[in-house]
């Protein structure tokens, strides 16, 4: 299963890890360890969450305000915004 960023989400991940580690030094780690673990969740439960728009789903994160917004496409690549909840 391949999983790509978008561009414009990739920044915004950079960003709000940045962000979170001038908060707290290490944050921004836990942060980015729990992007992978919703995106690992995404790839166990492809259809689990709530569809927002046509194709486009929404999956919270556990531990911070954001979610990541996904698309299937040709049931092997998806794409990841994130969006703050």
């Given at each position: 299963?391949?999983?790509?960023?978008?561009?414009?989400a990739?920044?915004?991940?950079?960003?709000?890890?940045?962000?979170?580690?001038?908060?707290?030094?290490?944050?921004?780690?836990?942060?980015?360890?729990?992007?992978?673990?919703?995106?690992?969740?995404?790839?166990?439960?492809?259809?689990?969450?709530?569809?927002?728009?046509?194709?486009?789903?929404?999956?919270?994160?556990?531990?911070?305000?954001?979610?990541?917004?996904?698309?299937?496409?040709?049931?092997?690549?998806?794409?990841?915004?994130?969006d703050?909840?």
């Open positions: 299963m391949r999983v790509r960023f978008i561009s414009p990739k920044r915004e991940v950079l960003d709000a890890i940045d962000y979170y580690n001038d908060q707290r030094p290490g944050l921004g780690i836990e942060l980015a360890r729990e992007i992978r673990l919703t995106t690992k969740r995404i790839k166990e439960h492809l259809f689990a969450w709530t569809i927002i728009d046509e194709n486009i789903r929404c999956c919270p994160t556990n531990w911070f305000p954001y979610s990541l917004l996904y698309q299937i496409y040709k049931q092997r690549s998806y794409y990841y915004c994130i703050a909840s």
